[in-house]
T-cell receptor, first 120, second 111 residues
């Protein structure tokens, strides 16, 4: 199956700094990528949808200036947590969807391994 | 909000079939049922999806009731590695693949 890779898998940073998380589709072109966050013992919460070459669409309540998303190519999307604070500590997960010609169902997504952010 | 209801937890004996139910009583005609699972501290993994007919693949079977208001995911011979949170998600093609996760069912497979 298709592979999505995230980097870094774990990151610890000081409060006030910015952290960038990369999401790559390794063997397919991802026209759409999604970013989720997950707190302990909770489900995944969708943060935003990004389409290659266009601005991300953020879910209600997600600050777009806080969580910067860039989808500059068909194989790479990045999430930057700006001026991180302890409450931003979470598990961030990306997922990717192949193009419409792939034959896959619209909801058949491939998820990365996740990136655990700890803000001190 | 998620459009599905699942029991919060279930146990299953190793080697036995695991039957995970999902209620989606407000499903509309063009919405599919997708199942994903998440093993602890990993990203979710796609399992199977269906519209009306029952579906089977190498991982599982999906049984959808005739009125489409509920479905059951069946893992025919559960192993310890199947211990995970299983999510039932309803979505249509117009959402562009956007998946909204509910609370899921935490399945514990016991020896």
């Amino acid at each position: 199956g298709a592979v999505v890779s995230q980097h870094p898998s774990r990151v610890i940073c000081k409060s006030g700094t910015s952290v960038k998380i990369e999401c790559r589709s390794l063997d397919f072109q991802a026209t759409t990528m999604f970013w989720y966050r997950q707190f302990p013992k909770q489900s995944l919460m969708l943060m935003a949808t990004s389409n290659e070459g266009s601005k991300a669409t953020y879910e209600q309540g997600v600050e777009k200036d806080k969580f910067l998303i860039n989808h500059a190519s068909l194989t790479l999307s990045t999430l930057t947590v700006t001026s991180a604070h302890p409450e931003d500590s979470s598990f961030y997960i990306c997922s990717a969807r192949e193009g419409l010609t792939s034959g896959r169902a619209p909801g058949e997504l491939f998820f990365g391994e996740g990136s655990r952010l700890t803000v001190l | 909000d998620a459009k599905t209801t699942q029991p919060p937890s279930m146990d299953c004996a190793e080697g036995r079939a695991a039957n995970l139910p999902c209620n989606h009583s407000t499903i509309s005609g063009n919405e599919y049922v997708y199942w994903y699972r998440q093993i602890h501290s990993q990203g979710p993994q796609y399992i199977i999806h269906g519209l009306k007919n029952n579906e089977t693949n190498e991982m599982a079977s999906l049984i959808i009731t005739e009125d489409r208001k509920s479905s059951t995911l069946i893992l025919p011979h559960a192993t310890l590695r199947d211990t995970a949170v299983y999510y039932c998600i309803v979505t249509d093609g117009n959402q562009g693949g956007k998946l909204i996760f509910g609370q899921g069912t935490e399945l514990s497979v016991k020896p």
